[in-house]
């Protein structure tokens, strides 16, 4: 008997019996099977060497042409109930998903192997970490699992010890796009995915277990799972707060996580502490705190536009023990992405040489799976077993236009709101056209395992008595000129505007109540150290009433998706912020601006009725 549960060890031979493997093994997680694996793919072609002098141990994996993405369309919410799965997710009914799947995996893994991999998501002794087994016949899959998750032993003796486990059956299948489906039973705690190799469709740790499964078990429970990275941001005086913030897919979770202090403010003795960069697991704690784990033991990032300038902390780690997949190759075996530096690569993502006229070398979604431990601000309690304190809670989208640099809810409902009325520009992590303007609350629109009005009911749950709720805040580094060029020069100096929100939560920063909610002045952020001219300053921190009335009407008629689910409160904040900005543009005022003269505005810029607000001690 492999495993002391029966469970497993049933449940794997139930497996087995569909799929009818060649062979059966269970991961051990240990390093020699890791690079016992790795050879193996090495021989087989599934993984090509980069050279050995400038990336040791460091892999390619090429993926097919056709898979290269999550695909949402394929991805199914299986609840009894359709309604539970709510319009935010496409549904199938469990026995009819079960038994579709089931014909896919019938005799799908002959003459391969069957991986069994048990794993935790979160530190193996921590009280809010949750372990899984994902069964797959891929390789690759493991290698990936080994770098994201704890795998092997360690977790499959805490599975033993738990007596229960999420479900995860994995196949690549044919990768046939039509023979294609990643599915979630929530209420069985189960996951069958078929017919892709890449990331969230196969590394079933990821997206399906950590965001859609955990956040139905997280309703359920009284925590929350979310699209969010974690960072600890040190002061001068060295105290450090942590963050959390959602930012859809290819939005700058990664870069916020591993954020590089622009060097005035390095200087003067600011820090940043990576604690995770794309999942986060949080709890009220004992002291009414929430607190937080990243479930994951790696990073998947996004490999284009990462450079020294960008995240010098990632490229710091990708140049050892790293798999990477459809990123180009360098005449000398070097991995290249568009972003990167000046050189050319002699071989595109997908082998062939590199043609610019047949579009970027690097697929727009290519990325690169490494182990936490090798970034440099990896943070010395990333993995506590009790998680960290959360000082504020961060949402933004990729939006050219109309959303300010940085606003603050006025308190947990309207900030709420602010995330269930997130935004965002589609982006190359999902297959589908990139750049169309959808909604996207809280970045967890192709992660929520059940339906978004009751998921927003789950977060304006935590406004209760005995809590001490973070503040909430939005942001958008990707506002745009008239010129098309990006307003706000972002990475590093997005530092300026966290040390304000964290300045606001210590109560020691002012901000202007406007109708969307609280802002700085130019002058309250530290741009000294930069070179922005006042006029994009301003234009980053203008609020125009017009084109959020109409944001705010377009909310009204997403909200009316839901129907009577969606709970009042929500409906009751975005009135509330409509009609505030109703009597603002009613009214021209005098409005003081960002340097202190009056000057005579129609509307624009600031409620007219501004006052300055300090946030309570
Ligand atoms: P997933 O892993 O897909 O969930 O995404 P992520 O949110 O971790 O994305 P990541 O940080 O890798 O962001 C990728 C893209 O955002 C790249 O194109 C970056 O260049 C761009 N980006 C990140 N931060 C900034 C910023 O502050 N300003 C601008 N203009 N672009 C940014
Ligand atoms: C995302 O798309 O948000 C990712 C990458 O983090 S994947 O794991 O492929 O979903
Ligand atoms: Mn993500």
Not at 7 to 17: H, T
Not at 376 to 395: L, R
Not at 463 to 475: N, S, Y
Request: charged share 20%; glycine share 10%; with cysteine.
């Amino acid at each position: 008997m492999p495993s002391t549960l029966a469970a497993l060890n049933q449940w794997v031979d139930e497996v087995a019996r569909l799929t009818q493997p060649a062979r059966i093994h269970w991961c051990d997680g240990t390093q020699a099977e890791y690079a016992a694996l790795g050879a193996q793919m090495l021989e087989r072609g599934e993984l090509h060497a980069l050279n050995p002098h400038t990336h040791p141990r460091c892999t390619l994996h090429r993926s097919h042409p056709g898979d290269v993405a999550r695909v949402e369309h394929l991805t199914y919410i299986c609840t009894r109930e359709r309604a539970d799965a709510g319009p935010n997710n496409p549904w199938m009914a469990p026995a009819e998903a079960h038994a579709k799947m089931d014909a896919l995996f019938a005799g799908c893994m002959r003459g391969r192997t069957l991986y069994v991999v048990p794993y935790c998501m979160g530190p193996i002794d921590s009280p809010l970490a949750r372990c899984g087994v994902e069964i797959t016949d891929s390789a690759y899959v493991v290698a990936n699992m080994y770098l994201m998750t704890r795998m092997g032993a360690p977790a499959l003796a805490r599975i033993e010890r738990e007596g229960h486990f999420v479900k995860g059956l994995h196949s690549t299948g044919e990768l046939d796009p039509e023979r294609r489906f990643i599915m979630h039973f929530p209420e069985e705690l189960a996951i069958k995915s078929y017919g892709s190799g890449y990331g969230g469709n196969a590394l079933l740790g990821k997206k399906c277990h950590a965001l859609r499964i955990a956040s139905w078990q997280a309703r359920q429970e009284g925590w929350l799972a979310e699209h969010m990275l974690i960072v600890g941001i040190q002061n001068p005086q060295g105290q450090t707060h942590y963050i959390a913030a959602a930012f859809p897919s290819a939005c700058g979770k990664t870069n916020l996580a591993m954020l590089v202090p622009p060097a005035d403010m390095r200087r003067a003795g600011w820090k940043v502490w990576t604690v995770g960069d794309d999942i986060c697991w949080m709890a009220p704690g004992k002291d009414g705190r929430l607190w937080a784990i990243n479930p994951e033991a790696g990073f998947f990032g996004v490999a284009p536009g990462t450079s020294t300038r960008t995240n010098p902390n990632a490229l710091a780690m990708l140049d050892h023990d790293t798999i990477f997949t459809n990123v180009a190759v360098t005449a000398d075996g070097q991995p290249w992405w568009e972003g990167l530096d000046a050189r050319v690569p002699a071989l595109d993502w997908q082998g062939r040489p590199f043609d610019p006229a047949r579009g970027p070398a690097a697929h727009p979604n290519s990325r690169f799976t490494v182990s936490a431990r090798q970034c440099p601000s990896f943070s010395p309690h990333a993995e506590d077993a009790q998680g960290v304190p959360i000082s504020a809670i961060v949402f933004g989208g990729r939006r050219e236009s109309l959303l300010p640099l940085v606003f603050e809810a006025r308190d947990w409902a309207h900030g709420v709101m602010l995330g269930a009325a997130m935004g965002s520009e589609t982006t190359a992590a999902a297959s589908g056209a990139v750049g169309v303007l959808r909604r996207d609350p809280m970045a967890m629109k192709p992660f929520c395992g059940y339906n978004f009005a009751d998921y927003f009911a789950h977060w304006l749950s935590f406004d209760r008595p005995g809590l001490q709720l973070p503040k909430i805040f939005h942001v958008n580094w990707f506002r745009k000129g008239s010129d098309g060029k990006f307003l706000w020069p972002g990475f590093g100096d997005n530092l300026r505007v966290l040390a304000w929100m964290l300045a606001r939560c210590e109560g020691g920063a002012a901000a202007v109540d406007t109708p969307i909610g609280r802002m700085p002045h130019a002058h309250d952020l530290d741009t000294a150290g930069l070179r922005l001219p006042a006029a994009a300053l301003e234009a980053l921190l203008h609020v125009d009433p017009t084109g959020w009335q109409r944001e705010m009407a377009a909310l009204g008629d997403y909200f009316g998706e839901f129907g009577a689910r969606l709970p009042a409160r929500l409906e009751s904040e975005r009135r509330r912020v409509l009609e505030a900005l109703e009597a603002a543009s009613a009214q021209p005022a005098r409005v003081a601006n960002d340097r202190g003269s009056a000057i005579k505005k129609n509307v624009k810029l600031r409620n007219p009725r501004a006052v300055v607000t300090r946030a309570p001690q």
